[in-house]
């Protein structure tokens, strides 16, 4: 799916359902949003990708697909994708349900973010090259995370804030400020937070529980709060 002109715009009481191997591609300024319901449905071997579209790796069903060159844009591959080259997918309803599996979001503002809504459940996501953040969540709850990679996004990896839940297996790695920014009172276990440009996990605000968590190589601290 390519889009040009504007965004996608969603509206409350309806949903966006995206299913397995579907390769969204964004042009400058254009985003998602969604005041509904999302369900992003891939799988292992059919991820669900986001992505701009001067990239050149993701045809229109798969990422690296044999004998589809992915050349959207038919350059030649003359361009190539930088951050911020569209916009992001948002989610921001008070009655709003999110399921993300297996899915990719790159290239964007911010990868993928939510405000203000009731259920999150994520499983197997990563949010990579982003201008600002990986993923962010705000007044979300409840939140159910497990397996998320926030890698290379131009601010931090994972900001959460006002929210409640559960976090596992999250890994964030090489981004520009903090991998993990958090203002909320929730458990985090198994995190994974490796040569980030600030603190590994940040702890701005609330009292989180944290287990079982490797903090190295961060230009800061591992730990943070304050």
């Known amino acids: 799916y390519e889009v040009y002109g504007g965004d996608v715009s969603v509206g409350a009481g309806y949903t966006l359902a995206v299913d397995r191997g579907v390769v969204f591609k964004g042009a400058p300024g254009v985003g998602i949003g969604v005041q509904g319901d999302l369900r992003v449905l891939g799988t292992a071997a059919e991820p669900v990708v986001f992505t701009v579209k001067t990239v050149d790796t993701c045809g229109n069903t798969a990422c690296g697909e044999a004998g589809d060159s992915g050349d959207t ?38 990868g ?5 809504i009731d259920t999150v459940d994520v499983a197997h996501v990563r949010c990579e090259l982003n201008a600002v953040d990986g993923m962010y969540l705000t007044g979300c709850a409840p939140v159910t995370m497990v397996g998320v990679v926030a890698d290379s996004n131009g601010q931090d990896g994972f900001y959460i804030a006002q929210s409640s839940g559960t976090i596992d297996s999250l890994t964030v790695t090489r981004n ?18 490796d040569d980030n440009g600030g603190h590994g996990l940040f702890i701005e605000q609330g009292d989180p529980v944290l287990a079982h968590a490797t903090l190295t190589d961060n230009a800061l601290y591992g730990l943070y709060t304050g």
Do not use: I, K, Q
């Open 73 to 110: 844009n038919e350059d030649g591959g003359a361009t190539s994708p930088e951050r911020g080259d569209w916009d992001s997918v948002h989610v921001n309803g008070t009655l709003s349900d999110v399921e993300l599996r297996h899915a990719v979001f790159r290239y964007g503002l911010t």
């Open 112 to 116: 993928f973010g939510c405000g203000n």
């Open 176 to 193: 520009d400020r903090h991998g993990v920014r958090t203002r909320a009172t929730m458990p985090f276990a198994h995190v994974t937070a």
